[in-house]
């Protein structure tokens, strides 16, 4: 963990708490190895009316993020502060779990299951999880004889073009809860009510990531 001692910004004070949930979950996360370099990024909603969020700064170490690591962005992706860091170039993906989704929480890993794994079902569309003990860990499970679909979408620098896929998966499919998906060789996102329940399914979703890796690859 960083132990700088925590000097916030003016407009990032009121999140320190928010802030060092996030800081908490990227020393977490890299020590896992699930948020490696300068890879993924993490978000919490400090704002419905209009929507807001706290987001991780682009570039920076999940491991050691300090307290100002974070910016602050409209529904749209844009900033709301001037002058203050550059926010992931992922946000809009952020953005659509927070309004379509209603996610409290937005957690995006770059694992080398998710990402071996992402690519290996791509030509299916996604993975599903049938008959696992810790499906029940996950938002409305509540047995092992379940299952739970998780969508695989392919990688582009077209952030804009990428959420477009994932909002028209979300039309498509609303009878089907959406808790997360993959994209192809890069990494999971998923997300909650809250910080606590998006961790959660990033540990179940990981956890379940590993044991189909695994049995494949014995």
């Not at 990428?162 to 998966?169: D, G, H, I, N, S």
Request: charged share 25%.
């Amino acid at each position: 963990m960083n132990r700088e001692i925590d000097l916030f910004a003016p407009h990032l004070e009121p999140f320190a708490k928010d802030i060092q949930g996030l800081r908490n979950v990227g020393q977490q996360f890299w020590t896992r190895g699930w948020s490696r370099g300068t890879s993924s990024n993490y978000s919490v909603v400090i704002d419905r009316n209009p929507v807001k969020l706290l987001i991780t700064a682009s570039g920076k170490d999940k491991g050691h993020l300090g307290p100002n690591d974070f910016v602050v962005v409209d529904e749209n992706g844009k900033g709301t502060v001037p002058d203050q860091a550059k926010s992931s170039a992922e946000t809009l993906l952020h953005c659509t779990a927070a309004t379509r989704s209603k996610a409290g929480a937005v957690l995006h890993t770059h694992s080398v299951w998710a990402t071996t794994l992402s690519h290996h079902f791509f030509a299916l569309g996604g993975i599903r999880f049938e008959d696992f003990e810790m499906l029940k860990g996950l938002d409305g499970i509540t047995t092992h004889e379940s299952s739970f679909w998780l969508p695989i979408f392919d990688n582009t620098q077209d952030i804009p073009a990428l959420q477009k896929q994932v909002v028209q998966y979300l039309d498509d499919h609303p009878d089907e809860k959406c808790l997360g998906y993959l994209i192809r060789r890069h990494g999971l996102y998923t997300w909650g009510k809250d910080l606590a329940e998006a961790t959660r399914h990033i540990e179940v979703i990981e956890f379940l990531l590993e044991c189909l890796g695994r049995t494949l690859h014995r």
